[in-house]
């Protein structure tokens, strides 16, 4: 088993910044891959960026803003979201997995999620 909590979730201003984290514990050799995903209310969960061992992935949405990061010593990924919009308030989660994909399907693990809220 893996157990990933994700922080840094919180309310931000339309241009503004925040980075998440997601602490993994437990087995975490078996998941190498780490994604960050997204659902806003009424909405499906939608993949936002994902890190394997040397490759990273965006959605197109977010791709130029948000920057995908990992500390192998922590076991810790982190998510830097930059100039944040209204259309980013989500509730993001974290997921580990055994590949590098943009679909629900192909993660075996998430945390509880943290909300972001951007205000215009």
């Known amino acids: 088993q893996v157990q990933l909590v994700e922080s840094g979730g919180g309310m931000v201003q339309a241009g503004g910044s925040l980075r998440l984290s997601c602490a993994a514990s437990?087995?975490?050799?078996?998941?190498?891959?780490r994604a960050w995903f997204r659902q806003a209310p009424g909405k499906e969960r939608e993949f936002v960026s994902a890190?394997?061992?040397?490759?990273?992935n965006y959605a197109d949405s977010v791709k130029g803003r948000f920057t995908i990061s990992r500390d192998n010593a922590k076991n810790t990924m982190y998510l830097q979201m930059n100039s944040l919009k209204p259309e980013d308030t989500a509730v993001y989660y974290c997921?580990?997995?055994?590949?590098?994909?943009?679909?629900?399907?192909?993660?075996?693990?998430w945390g509880q999620g943290t909300q972001v809220t951007v205000s215009s």
């Open positions: 997921a580990a997995g055994r590949f590098l994909g943009r679909r629900v399907d192909d993660y075996d693990y």
């Open positions: 437990g087995r975490t050799f078996s998941t190498y891959t």
């Open positions: 890190i394997d061992w040397s490759n990273t």
